[in-house]
Nanobody
Framework: QVQLAESGGDSVQAGGSLRLSCAASGLYSSRRCMGWLRQAPGKDPEGVATIGPTGRITYADSVKGRFTISQDNTKNNLYLQMDSLKPDDTAMYFC????????????????RGQGTQVTVSS
């Protein structure tokens, strides 16, 4: 059973930085893909960043140049470094994982953590 646990969410002022972490267990697929998505109140979930099974990284246009996704050598820990935060980045952030044999939006990954809240004030 896949388990994902996020941490690192907080309240910060605009322009600040946060680093989110996701500890994963039960992931054994050689085609694992992992990523981050977020959901603000009253809005649909939005993909933020992904790392595919070959290491290919993608970002939403809204976070390019400000956010950096990474994982450790074990690939069981996923990170999201968020810089130059804006009030529009306020949301619950979720770590997600799946086995990817073709393109799959991170919002449709089969496993998702409980989320960690990020609040950015102006």
């Amino acid at each position: 059973q896949v388990q994902l646990a996020e941490s690192g969410g907080d309240s910060v002022q605009a322009g600040g930085s946060l680093r989110l972490s996701c500890a994963a267990s039960g992931l054994y697929s050689s085609r694992r893909c992992m990523g981050w998505l977020r959901q603000a109140p009253g809005k649909d979930p939005e993909g933020v960043a992904t790392i595919g099974p070959t290491g290919r990284i993608t970002y939403a246009d809204s976070v390019k140049g400000r956010f950096t996704i990474s994982q450790d050598n074990t690939k069981n820990n996923l990170y999201l470094q968020m810089d130059s935060l804006k009030p529009d980045d306020t949301a619950m952030y979720f770590c997600a994982a799946d086995s990817c044999y073709s393109y799959l939006p991170v919002t449709e990954y089969s496993s998702r953590g409980q989320g960690t809240q990020v609040t950015v004030s102006s």
